[in-house]
C-alpha cells in the first residue's frame, strides 16, 4: 500500500513537473528565446547532371558513358551539390522557420574541382547565386557570410591582405547588398568584420583560412592580414563596453574527428588563436563553424582541466563524400539554434536533415528534423560544463556514443563501425584542441582524455564519531508525522484519480512509440 501511494505521488509530481515545464518553455518561446540559421558547405556545382557520371563529380563525359542511368535530381553522394539541392535547402530553412533573428553563412560555396574548371570570375558568379537566392527566400533578415577555404581562386589560397578578391566578392557576389558600409571596409581588409545582433550582443566574423595548412600566401607570416591583432582588439572592446560575443567562421581550430592527425591550421596559428579564446572565454559566448561536413563539437579545456568555451561544427548541404580515406559522405542539412535574447547564451539546436535517397525516389525535398541536441544527448543545455559531462560519458556509454556517430554523417551511415583506435581519436579530437595534448591523446602517451574521477578517501581505523543532539529526535519525529498525513492524503487523491483514468504502463509513460 505505501509503494503504491510513493508511485502515485512520484506520478503526480512528475505530471506536475512536466506541466511547469511546459509552461515555461512556451513563456520562453514567445517572450526570451530567438532563432538564427546556419547554413555551411554548399558547394554548388553548376555542372552536375543527372546523365552524369558519378565518378566525374556527376558531370557529363564524352570519354565515359552513364549506360542511360539516371542520378537523382536532389545529387548523388559522390557529388556536389546540383542547384535544386541548394535552393530546396534555402526553401527548407524557411519552411521550418521564416522569420529567424538572422543568418549564419559559413563558407564553401565553390565546389571541389579542379582549379582548370574554374576562374575567378566563375567563383564570383557561384558565390553570387547562392547569395541572391538566401537574400530572395529571407529578404528583410541579416545574412552574415563568411569566406570558406574553398571560395578564393585558386582553392585554399586565401590573400593574407587587402586584395582585389575580396573588392570582388563584394560586388560582384552581391556581399555589398548584405554588409553595410563599415562591414565592407573592413571586409576588404583581409575578409573579416563585425557586427551587432543586439546592443549588448556583437557577432565577429573572421576568415580563419588564413591559418589553413594547405595556403601557401600565408606559411611565414607572423598574423596575416592583422586579423589576430585585430580579433583581440574587438574582444577587449567588447570588455570595456560589458557586451558578450559569437564567433564565425569556416576552418575550426584542432583536429578533425574522423582522421587522426589531420589538423587544419598551421601549429603557429593554432596556438595564437586557442589563447585569445581562452583569455576571452568570458566574452566569448558562441561559436560556430563549418568545412569538416560532419556534426559535432569541441571544446576548450583550460589548464585547471576545465571545460570553459565551446565551438558548434554543423554539418554541410553538400553530400559529397571526402577523398580523405575512411571518412564518408553525409545526407545534407541545415541547423536551426536557439538563444535567449537578454544574454545571447545559446541553449539550444535542431538539426534538419535531407534523406538524399528518399527526396531522389519522391522528386520531392522533404526537410525533416533530424534531432534536436538538449533530447537526443540528454543535456539540460548546451553550455561548456553540459558537453564536457557529454563527451566524457562517451568512454563508456556505448548507446550515447553510437547515437553521436550515426549524427556526426547526419545519419547516412546508420551502422557506424568505430573501434577503440577511432573512439579515441573522436573523443580526442572533441576535448583536446591543443595539438601537443591532442597527439599525446591519441598516441596514448599519455590519457589527457578524461580527468580522474574523485574518489572517497578512507581513514584507516575506526572514525570519530560524534553524539546525536537531542533535536534531531524532535525534527525526525516532527517529519515522520507530515509524511504520515502526506501518506493519507495522496492515498485518497490517487483512489480518486485511479477511478477516472485506468492507463497500462507501457502507454501511460510515452506519447509514441519508442525508437
Known sequence: MFLYVVL????????????????????????????????TDIHYDGNYSISGVPTNMCHQSTSK?????????????????????????????????????????????????????????EVFKIIGNVTRKLAEVFPNISIFPVLGNHDPYPANQMPPGSDGYYGGILKNSHWENILDSDQQTQFNNGGYYSSYIQSNLRLLALNTNLYYQLDTLVKDMEDPAGQLAWFEKQLIDCRSKKEKAYVISHVPPGAFERLARMSWFYPQ?????????????????????????????RLLIDQHDEAINTMFLSPAVTPWKSTLPGVGANNP????????????????????????????????????????????????DLSPTSLDRLSESFRDNDYMFNKYLVINTVGYDTNPQC?????????????????????????????????PVLTTHHHHGKPDRKPVPRYMFYIIGSMAGVILLLTILFAVLCFNRGKRRRVPFKYGRFAGPIN
Open 65 to 121: 558513358l552513364n549506360n542511360g542511368t539516371k542520378l537523382g535530381i536532389y545529387g548523388d553522394f559522390l557529388c556536389d551539390s546540383p542547384w535544386q539541392l541548394v535552393t530546396s535547402a534555402i526553401e527548407g530553412m524557411r519552411a521550418n522557420n521564416a522569420e529567424p533573428d538572422f543568418i549564419i553563412w559559413t563558407g564553401d560555396s565553390i565546389p571541389h574541382v579542379n582549379n582548370s574548371e574554374l576562374d575567378r570570375t
Open 269 to 297: 596559428f593554432n596556438q595564437q588563436y586557442l589563447k585569445i579564446i581562452a583569455d576571452y572565454s568570458d566574452i566569448i559566448i558562441g561559436q560556430f563553424y563549418g568545412h569538416e561536413h560532419t556534426d559535432s563539437f
Open 419 to 451: 573501434n577503440s583506435t577511432c573512439k579515441r581519436n573522436q573523443i580526442c579530437a572533441i576535448r583536446q584542441l591543443n595539438l601537443d595534448r591532442y597527439a599525446d591523446c591519441i598516441s596514448g602517451r599519455r590519457d589527457t582524455t578524461f580527468r
Open 8 to 39: 502515485c505521488f512520484l506520478d503526480f509530481v512528475s505530471h506536475t513537473n512536466a506541466a511547469t515545464l511546459s509552461f515555461e518553455r512556451n513563456k520562453q518561446s514567445v517572450d526570451f528565446v530567438g532563432f538564427f540559421w546556419q547554413i
Open 333 to 380: 542539412s541545415i541547423r536551426l539554434y536557439s538563444y535567449i535574447k537578454e544574454t545571447g547564451v545559446v541553449i539550444d539546436y535542431k538539426q534538419y536533415y535531407l534523406n538524399l535517397t528518399e527526396a531522389n525516389s519522391l522528386h520531392k525535398a522533404d526537410w525533416k528534423l533530424e534531432y534536436q541536441a538538449t533530447e537526443a544527448f540528454n543535456i539540460p
